[in-house]
């Protein structure tokens, strides 16, 4: 069965300073895996997708992240956070095989970026 | 093109009513999805839809029905709420092309009480 899971719940970071939010999967294939943001009381955002090539993958506003088959990983950064990024973070999966295009969240992890 | 939208932004209910949350997009999307949102649970798929004329169970089905009424349209039926159906539920549409992601709507806010 497929799963996410992110281990923290939240993470505080000071503005300016890089950021990290962990992120491990289980597929039964191959992973396509993806981040989205949420803000207070709007819809979830995407943010960036890794489907293949590179493991480094670049989405919006600056965030990145990087895909290790090894360990099974795709943690989210940010070289210098600001407040603005303080948000809800979900990290999902799908099943490359699975022709029903479902994606599997994480639970969420809150971003507290203080100034 | 206002992408994927959700109507009622919320709702109040009493236990044993029920009501339909409607969901359109307008990208072409084939697939399209209903999901819940929880506090540390994330969002938990309960329907979906890979193509017009076809729905299938996600997770949490149980206490909802769907409709998917044509290729923009999916809607969700509770048909008898429960106070456990309190939280707030999003739609998505996704493309069946090379790109993978998912479209959320706005989401609904439902209570039941």
């Known amino acids: 069965a497929q799963s996410v899971a992110q281990p923290e719940d939240q993470v505080n970071v000071a503005e300016g300073n890089p950021l990290t939010v962990k992120c491990t999967y289980s597929?039964?294939?191959?992973?396509?895996l993806f981040w989205y943001v949420q803000y207070p009381n709007r819809g979830l955002q995407f943010l960036l997708k890794y489907i293949t090539g590179d493991n480094l993958v670049k989405g919006s506003y600056g965030f990145e992240a990087e895909f290790n088959k090894s360990q099974t990983s795709f943690h989210l950064k940010k070289p210098s956070a600001l407040v603005s990024d303080s948000a809800l973070y979900f990290c999902?999966?799908?099943?490359?095989?699975?022709?029903?295009?479902?994606?599997?969240f994480g639970s969420g992890t809150r971003l507290l970026v203080r100034p | 093109n206002a992408g994927v939208t959700q109507t009622p932004k919320f709702q109040v209910l009493k236990t044993g009513q029920s009501m339909t949350l409607q969901c359109a997009q307008d990208m072409n999307h084939n697939s399209m999805y209903w999901y819940r949102q929880d506090p540390g649970m994330g969002l938990r798929l309960i329907y979906y839809s890979a193509s017009e004329g076809t729905t299938d169970k996600g997770e949490v089905p149980n206490g909802y029905n769907v409709s998917r009424l044509n290729k923009r349209e999916f809607s969700l039926r509770l048909e008898s709420a429960a106070p456990s159906q309190t939280s707030v539920y999003f739609c998505a549409s996704q493309s069946q092309g090379f790109s993978y992601e998912q479209y959320f709507g706005p989401g609904t806010r439902l209570t039941v009480t």
């Open positions: 597929v039964s294939g191959n992973p396509y």
């Open positions: 999902a999966v799908r099943d490359i095989g699975d022709s029903s295009y479902k994606l599997i």
